[in-house]
């Protein structure tokens, strides 16, 4: 809102506004990835190709492509290629909620295993798996809590609790369920 207002109010100076009307679009984008380089060149270069000399333009662009570079090389780095798979099994009596955490965020995934369902939740993904990961029952009272490897892997829900499981290839993709989502913290803060 506060760019919006800025690239409204600045329209007289068109670098400013452009600069923050684009700045406000790559920051409502919901999910940052890869493609949001893209998005950041624009905010980088384009104020500056209006109004600018040559060698500005060539300056602005190459000091965008360089922060671009560093951008990737940090991604690499930490992780950023990173690809993780989901297979889960549910091994007891009673449908269970499997949820992950968000880097970042309060947010969260799960999905819905039955008794003695094996699904995907996902497969070959760019991400790592952040943990813990927590098992619900269907009325949101929590099971399980686990650590498991960034790569994800099989795991079964059992007595003993988030064990390692055999992976079975061809089973179906589990569904998607938003329930429990309010019991889980916010990544790398625990609730009491």
Known sequence: VALGVTAFLGRRSPRIAFAAAAAGLV???PIVRSESIA???V???TPWTAQGRPMGVRVAFAIAGCVAAAAVSISVMTGGLTKSSMYLQDTTDEAVIVRFSVSGQSASWGYLVNPGQMGVGWFDQTGRVLGPVRVFDTGC???ITADIVPSGGSYRVDAAGLNPGSLIHGATYL???ARCSEQMPTFGVETK
């Open 27 to 29: 920051l409502l984008t």
């Open 39 to 41: 998005l950041a060149l």
């Open 43 to 45: 905010v980088a270069g």
């Open 141 to 143: 009272r929590l099971l």
């Open 175 to 177: 569904p998607y369920d």
